[in-house]
């Protein structure tokens, strides 16, 4: 039964992290392995400062993952840290994450009530 809520009353952040291919599964391993539940992977290719090679004359842009890790806020530093390790991002050219304040969130109901996702649909209507 609904009770009108369309959105979480909890603080989330959105922890962005942006890695060469190929590094996108032991970025979302490390974040689940810190208590986030999974992660988006898209993709896309690379315009900073370390990007910029050539092969023959040609410019050659490396092909990125971008990992999208919606936490709960009180999660977000032990995730961040993994994710910071997992990436090797204190290395220069490696990669680059970062935490985004979330305002509101629709469409992860189970989150709305943690005590109620037990998993067990008995008694729900």
């Not at 989330?12 to 032991?26: M, Q, S």
């Not at 090679?53 to 032990?78: A, N, S």
Request: proline share 4%; net charge negative.
């Amino acid at each position: 039964m609904s009770n009108g809520k369309t959105a979480v009353d909890r603080e989330f952040d959105l922890i962005v992290t942006i890695i060469n291919k190929g590094w996108a599964d032991e970025i979302v391993e490390a974040a689940r392995s810190a208590g986030a539940e999974g992660g988006t992977v898209l993709y896309g290719r690379g315009t900073g400062v370390h990007e910029r090679k050539t092969f023959f004359g040609i410019l050659i842009e490396p092909e990125k993952e971008v990992v999208l890790t919606l936490i709960p806020r009180e999660r977000t530093q032990p995730v961040l840290q993994a994710i910071t390790k997992a990436g090797q991002l204190e290395r220069p050219g490696t990669g680059i994450a970062f935490a985004l304040d979330v305002s509101q969130v629709a469409g992860i109901i189970h989150l709305a009530n943690p005590a109620d996702s037990g998993g067990d649909s008995a008694g729900s209507e």
